[in-house]
């Protein structure tokens, strides 16, 4: 199974063409420090310090498919208007083919905002309404998938988040156009009545989705999943249910066969777009010649990716096939610190798969709150987080005799076991500026009021971001707080 993945990966899936049909949407995200109250309503007051936007909804699931490798083309509609604009950047970044989107002026694209404090999100804004988009833009949409097939398409996706655009009548002529040709089509689904996706190769709800179409509560194990997949099998005639379960992983109930694949043990911190990546996995390596139980646990390891990221994010290819790899030399996560060869080597390996790296540095003598703050700002600026940490020798000579309290490998243990900080490396210099020599990261951050230019090291950094500490947190406060009591 491990070689065929690995195959998979390297080889077959960037000779797939995929086509999604569906609800194209705009993510972002507002991200801010939260530390006070609002004087006038008890709410809290987010200090807003980055925005981003990402694609989302059936275009997440084309830019998951797109970072996997493939050869990926989207159909749907947007709006008039500056999301609108903003979705077709994003889709020519992603180097997704878009002759299928139309614009409609009298529409408006769905966009989600999300807020954020510290990592964590405190709310969402929706701003949506139904897409009529009429018998015009579906007869389009038709004729843009019957051209598409005419080429050469490996598998469909429909990606229907119920805003209107797939209709009954155009789910129908898409899946019976794809069966008489050999092409499986896919369905993420949306409500509880499934009969416009009546004869797809496949649909992939979540537990939830499931437990609507049966119209009861389906517990969260085999047995129970089995017997209501394959009731809504021979009522809708797929050949496949491919049923997400959260912490219990995927399974796939067929005529002949239920396949059980359990999630990789993974912390979870956001599960916004996982579900499309697993429909982009599904959808590449459904026409491989994969068996069932390789397919599932690709889509496991990328859902495992996805769910560890902040926000929607489309895993890459490179990502999958690294932690597919784990166990042939791929790099696990390091308890404790590394060494400056395995840290250069860890760098030059992401970089390698066009991944930002981030570096910082402190003494983290005792673990607060302003540095889990500080650190996960840090970790949000690129896609890894490395830390160089004063040995305790360097942190006698900077703090003084009586410092520091944690030796050097406690502080390297707790720094390791964040989850947004991938690897933790000592210097025993007052500053970080050989070790930075050696490392050469995309960004270094610091903490304070320095200005660039004071900062040490700088000029072995693609650029330098300054971000500032949280009031009311300090290391030497702590300790003087612990004297006093006692």
């Known amino acids: 199974m491990r070689q065929e993945g690995e195959r998979f990966l390297k080889e077959q899936i960037t000779r797939m063409h995929v086509a999604v049909i569906g609800d194209i949407m705009l993510d972002k995200y507002i991200s801010g420090q939260v530390s006070r109250i609002s004087p006038e309503a008890p709410v809290p007051v987010n200090l807003v310090r980055t925005e981003r936007s990402v694609l989302g909804g059936a275009a997440n699931t084309a830019h998951n498919l797109a970072a996997l490798g493939c050869h990926v083309y989207i159909a749907g509609v947007t709006g008039a208007d500056d999301s609108g604009s903003e979705v077709s950047a994003l889709l020519s970044d992603a180097h997704v083919d878009k002759s299928g989107v139309f614009t409609l002026a009298e529409y408006k694209t769905t966009t989600k905002v999300r807020i954020l404090g510290a990592r964590q999100q405190m709310m969402r804004l929706d701003f949506e309404e139904p897409c009529r988009a009429g018998s015009v833009i579906e007869q389009k949409i038709f004729s843009w998938v019957q051209n598409l097939a005419g080429q050469h398409m490996d598998s ?26 050999g092409i499986p089509v896919l369905v993420d689904p949306k409500g509880s009545n499934w009969d416009k996706y009546d004869s797809a190769y496949a649909i992939t709800p979540n537990l939830k989705e499931l437990s609507d179409c049966v119209g009861y509560a389906v517990p969260n194990e085999d047995g129970a999943v089995e017997e209501a997949g394959r009731a809504v099998l021979e009522k809708y005639h797929l050949d496949n249910l491919l049923v997400t379960r959260s912490e219990k992983g995927i399974s796939s109930v067929q005529n002949d066969r239920v396949t059980h694949c359990p999630a990789k043990a993974q912390d979870v911190f956001d599960v916004s777009g996982a579900g499309d990546t697993v429909m982009a996995v599904l959808a590449a390596a459904v026409g491989s010649g994969l068996d069932t139980e390789t397919i599932l646990n690709l889509a496991n390891t990328a859902a495992g990716i996805s769910v560890s990221r902040v926000g929607t994010y489309s895993v890459k290819r490179e990502e999958v096939l690294a932690r597919w790899k784990e166990e042939e030399g ?56 490395i830390i160089g940490l004063n040995s305790d020798d360097s942190v006698r000579r900077l703090k003084g005799s009586h410092r520091p309290v944690n030796g050097e490998a406690d502080r390297a243990f707790m720094l390791s076991a964040l989850r947004f900080v991938d690897a933790v490396v000592l210097f025993s210099e007052d500053t970080p500026e050989k070790l930075l020599s050696c490392l050469k990261p995309d960004i270094l951050v610091k903490g304070g009021d320095y200005q660039p230019e004071e900062v040490a090291g700088r000029q072995y950094a693609g650029e330098v971001r300054i971000l500032p500490f949280v009031d009311g947190y300090s290391t030497t406060d702590i300790i003087a707080k612990i004297k006093k009591e006692k």
């Open 156 to 181: 469909i996706v429909i990606s229907d988040y119920g805003k209107g655009l797939i209709t009954p009548s155009l789910a129908q002529q898409i899946i019976t156009y794809a069966r008489e040709r």
């Open 330 to 385: 791929g790099f696990r996560h390091t308890e404790g610190a590394v060494s400056w060869d395995e840290a250069e080597a860890m760098i030059s390996y992401w970089k390698s798969r066009g991944e930002k790296v981030v570096f910082t540095n402190g003494c983290f003598d005792i673990l607060h709150r302003g540095h889990l703050t500080y650190l996960a700002e840090a970790a949000e600026l690129g896609d890894h987080l």
